[in-house]
């Protein structure tokens, strides 16, 4: 409350409790003041979006404002519901947010690369799926592209990888069409998991038994380069390595160092979310020359998998 009350250059009042203690204050309010009400995710209604609930809340105002991204992939009563009773409009935020995504996907700059990198194929099924559709160069890096390696009859020793899912990974790659698929081609491996670790460097045709890939190597951080210098939009979502630990950080700080590069000189279009790709970038000092830096999680993820968002068709519906 204080940093909206320093952000605004005026006092902010705040109603904590229930309903009707916020109905009393909002009374009692003057042209040009600002109420701060309680979160209403204390009250039973919100998540399950109770039309009561949602009545209750469309009493307080006139107008409704949607500038949470963020938990737009909710249909609770103050992200969707409330939209459907009252004039809806998308928030400054909320807005830009859209604006990115949308130059990212819908009409883009082409070619289009994505790169998808995290821990597990199975979280991000339907983001591949999509995005194959959707771009022309998927790269895919972290320990989703173990499971693909694996997929592919190489041995990957000890590192991540989801042996369940390697026919749901040869389907894919079977399956790519147009959309050039681009997979690690050396590593940085290690037999421990911490940072400083003894590592050596290997292409992936000769991993040890006893090893973990844990970052891509200098020959595959340099063929991506090398994309990024023909790409015009570049989507980014997942970490290419342990990026949390040193050395294996080295392949994402170089491709963010460039990728920002590019993107000042207007080269390159850059979309990035997610906790970790958020963190990675933070911690190669570039997060403020990217495009744009999505301030969602789960949203933003479910927006690259072509899924649709509640809290964002109210306010169109609108």
Not at 141 to 160: D, I
Not at 186 to 207: N, P, Q, T
Not at 290 to 310: M, N, R, V
């Amino acid at each position: 409350m204080t940093h909206l009350a320093d952000h605004l250059g005026q006092a902010v009042s705040f109603a904590p409790h229930g309903l009707d203690v916020a109905a009393q204050a909002i009374e009692a309010m003057r042209p040009g003041d600002v109420l701060l009400v309680e979160n209403t995710r204390f009250h039973a209604g919100e998540e399950k979006n109770d039309p009561d609930f949602v009545e209750a809340l469309a009493a307080l105002g006139d107008l409704y404002v949607n500038d949470a991204f963020s938990a737009a992939h909710r249909a609770h009563a103050s992200t969707e519901g409330l939209a459907r009773k009252l004039p809806a409009y998308a928030g400054r935020s909320m807005h830009a947010e859209l604006e990115a995504l949308s130059k990212a996907l819908e009409r883009p700059q082409r070619p289009v690369a994505a790169i998808v990198g995290g821990a597990k194929v199975s979280t991000k099924l339907d983001l591949l799926g999509n995005l194959m559709g959707k771009v022309d160069i998927l790269i895919i890096g972290g320990g989703m592209a173990n499971t693909f390696l694996a997929a592919q009859g190489k041995a990957v020793g000890k590192s991540l990888c989801e042996h369940d899912l390697l026919d749901t990974a040869r389907k894919i790659l079977a399956g790519a069409g147009s959309c050039e698929i681009v997979l690690p081609v050396d590593a940085v491996v290690a037999k421990e998991f911490k940072a400083d670790a003894s590592s050596r460097v290997v292409s992936v045709d000769a991993v040890g038994s006893a090893e973990m890939i844990l970052d891509m190597g200098p020959r595959s951080t340099a063929r991506i380069i090398e994309i990024l210098g023909r790409a015009k939009t570049l989507v980014w979502n997942g970490p290419f390595g342990a990026f949390e630990l040193k050395p294996f950080d080295a392949g994402t700080i170089a491709v963010a160092k460039v990728a920002a590069e590019l993107t000042k000189s207007g080269q390159l279009v850059t979309i990035a979310g997610g906790g970790d790709t958020v963190s990675a970038l933070n911690g190669a000092g570039v997060a403020d020359s990217f495009t744009y830096i999505s301030t969602a999680g789960g949203a933003f993820l479910e927006w690259l998998e072509g899924k649709t968002l509640p809290g964002v068709h109210a306010l169109r519906r609108n």
